[in-house]
């Protein structure tokens, strides 16, 4: 049987840690989701001022990540780039930038996903998170 690494409820609370501190030191309002390798909710905070329906963007985002074993801006430039088609994907609704994975061993452990400003800075935030854990 092969084993594989996942996150821990303490990987998970760094992660929004480092992702919560790069966005308030920019006075970025937000939300910010983490998510399991089969896009399942894990951790989520919506920051004060965040828009509510960030507090959808952001865990779907994460989901289409982790479930797509790529980060969602690859499906958001495919889509910007023709290919429509994309829009149709089952379970993935979050396909815009913002949704990074989480990837340790070559396993996808799960993504962190992020919405609330421009989509560079939303990744910008999930990366500090990410970068948290010192993969």
């Not at 937000?30 to 989520?44: C, E, R």
Request: net charge negative; hydrophobic share 45%.
């Amino acid at each position: 049987m092969q084993t594989k690494p996942f996150l821990t409820h303490e990987d998970c609370e760094r992660i929004g840690a480092a992702a919560v501190a790069e966005a308030t030191s920019r006075g970025w309002a937000v939300t910010i989701a983490i998510a399991d390798d089969g896009g399942h909710l894990l951790w989520l905070r919506r920051l004060d001022g965040a828009a509510p329906i960030s507090s959808y963007i952001a865990p779907a985002k994460a989901r289409t990540a982790a479930l797509g074993r790529r980060d969602s801006k690859v499906y958001e430039d495919m889509i910007n780039q023709g290919r429509v088609s994309f829009l149709s994907v089952p379970v993935v609704e979050g396909m815009l930038e913002g949704g990074l994975q989480i990837v340790a061993g070559g396993h996808c452990l799960g993504a962190v996903g992020v919405s609330g400003v421009k989509s560079g800075e939303d990744a910008q935030i999930a990366r500090a998170g990410i970068d948290a854990l010192a993969l």
